[in-house]
């Protein structure tokens, strides 16, 4: 449960303003909100999965101390990053919204397309190599979902009162208060 808890609060504030709120948004204009979260569930329970099961397979396969120093440095390394980051350095592509498929398709494609190699991913998969994998997958997820909801359902309101370099300024702590904490353990 500990792993969830840390997992959410570290993914939520992180992804707060990032891209997967934008595509979010973009799409809950075009779509209902429910396809539109309904699609975020749906693609951020595979990449979790994926991210939790490659974090437990490097765990397995180098051990759980050299894992420990990698993930407080990748964290470091995200903090830092966030930290230096301008609001101007976000992506700012163009949303295909694909045409005439489902918006529940659409939008976990775009998400899948979006959210592949990106810090929360990145981040998933280095907290299963310290925590439980269920817990971070759990925690995640629900996130990921939690942010989505937001952006589907109110991200227009709640965006534009929240700079988005506040957000990263924020994430940017918290990764590397995540870095000290697996130092210090």
């Known amino acids: 449960m500990l792993a969830a808890l840390q997992t959410f609060a570290l993914i939520a504030l992180a992804e707060l303003g990032d891209k997967s709120q934008l595509v979010c948004l973009a799409l809950a204009g075009r779509y209902r909100p429910r396809d539109v979260l309904l699609g975020a569930v749906l693609a951020f329970s595979v990449?979790?999965?994926?991210?939790?099961?490659?974090?437990?397979?490097?765990?397995?396969a180098i051990g759980p101390e050299p894992l420990r120093w990698?993930?407080?440095?990748?964290?470091?390394?995200?903090?830092?990053?966030?930290l230096l980051a301008s609001p101007e350095d976000e992506d700012e592509d163009?949303?295909?919204?694909?045409?005439?498929?489902?918006?529940?398709?659409?939008?976990?494609a775009l998400l899948g397309?979006?959210?592949?190699?990106?810090?929360?991913?990145?981040?998933?998969?280095?907290?299963?190599?310290?925590?439980?994998?269920?817990?971070?997958?759990l925690g995640a997820t629900l996130a990921l979902c939690a942010t989505s909801a937001v952006a589907a359902?109110?991200?227009?309101?709640?965006?534009?009162?929240?700079?988005?370099?506040?957000?990263?300024?924020?994430?940017?702590?918290?990764?590397?208060?995540?870095a000290v904490a697996l130092v210090l353990t």
């Not at 990449?47 to 397995?60: D, E, K, Q």
């Open 113 to 137: 397309a979006a959210e592949i190699g990106d810090k929360t991913q990145l981040s998933v998969a280095l907290l299963s190599t310290v925590h439980e994998p269920v817990g971070v997958w």
């Open 70 to 82: 990698l993930a407080a440095a990748g964290f470091a390394f995200f903090g830092i990053s966030a």
């Open 47 to 60: 990449l979790n999965g994926l991210a939790v099961t490659v974090g437990a397979a490097l765990t397995a």
């Open 153 to 178: 359902y109110a991200g227009s309101l709640v965006l534009a009162k929240l700079p988005v370099a506040w957000t990263q300024r924020a994430a940017g702590v918290l990764f590397l208060l995540a």
């Open 94 to 108: 163009e949303i295909d919204t694909g045409g005439g498929r489902g918006p529940v398709l659409v939008t976990a």
